[in-house]
Each structure stands twice: as C-alpha cells, then as structure tokens.
C-alpha cells in the first residue's frame, strides 16, 4: 500500500525558513514522480514543486525559492523554505504517481498525504 506522511509544518514568523519532509512507502521510490503540493485557505491546491524518475524537476511559476530534494536511502523527500512570507500559509502535502512530466497536475497524482500545516505571521 502506498503511503506518504508528509510533516516539517509549524508557525513560523515572516523571513523565517522551514524544512517539509515526506515519508514515502508501499511502493519502488525511484519508479515514481513525486512533488509537493498547497493550498491555503480559500484556494484551489495548486504544485509547487515536482520531479520525475528521469531527473527533471519543475518549479510553479508563482512559488520561488521553494527547493525539492530526495534522500532515496530514507524514501523521503524534503522542501527546503525561505523568506517565508503570509501568504505562504497553507497545508502543504507531498503526492505521488506513476512517472510521469515534471509539472504538477493535479490529475496525474494519483497518492497523497495528509499534509502539514504551514503558518507564517508577520
């Protein structure tokens, strides 16, 4: 069964850095695109980041300085935050799918994570 616990979330004051982490299991880790994921109060879930077996990674136009990595030994993804601003804050959740482009459709991810909250004051 595939699995993904994503945690890391926290209040955090505005210019302030976090470090999300994803738990991945149940499946062959590096068979899998996997990426990272949003949504605040009031809004659609939209991508921020994710990545294909193949190596390419895609970053969302409207979120900068947001930076995905893997430690494959651990099955765990990560997403490194700074210059935290407000309107950062969201549930921020970690999903997975059969390979597939580097973007992040909602559509094509197919295993999600509860998510963790993300709170940013100023």
């Known amino acids: 069964e595939v699995q993904l616990q994503a945690s890391g979330g926290g209040l955090v004051q505005a210019g302030g850095s976090l470090r999300l982490s994803c738990a991945a299991s149940?499946?062959?880790?590096?068979?899998?695109?996997i990426g990272w994921f949003r949504q605040a109060p009031g809004k659609e879930r939209e991508g921020i980041s994710c990545?294909?077996?193949?190596?390419?990674t895609y970053y969302g136009d409207s979120v900068k300085g947001r930076f995905i990595s893997s430690d494959s030994a651990k099955n765990t993804i990560y997403l490194q935050m700074n210059n935290l601003k407000p309107d950062d804050t969201a549930v921020y959740y970690c999903a997975t799918t059969k390979p597939y482009g580097s973007k992040c459709p909602l559509f094509a991810y197919e295993f999600w994570g509860q998510g963790t909250q993300v709170t940013v004051s100023s």
């Open positions: 990545s294909s077996p193949d190596g390419s």
């Open positions: 149940g499946y062959t880790f590096g068979h899998y695109s």
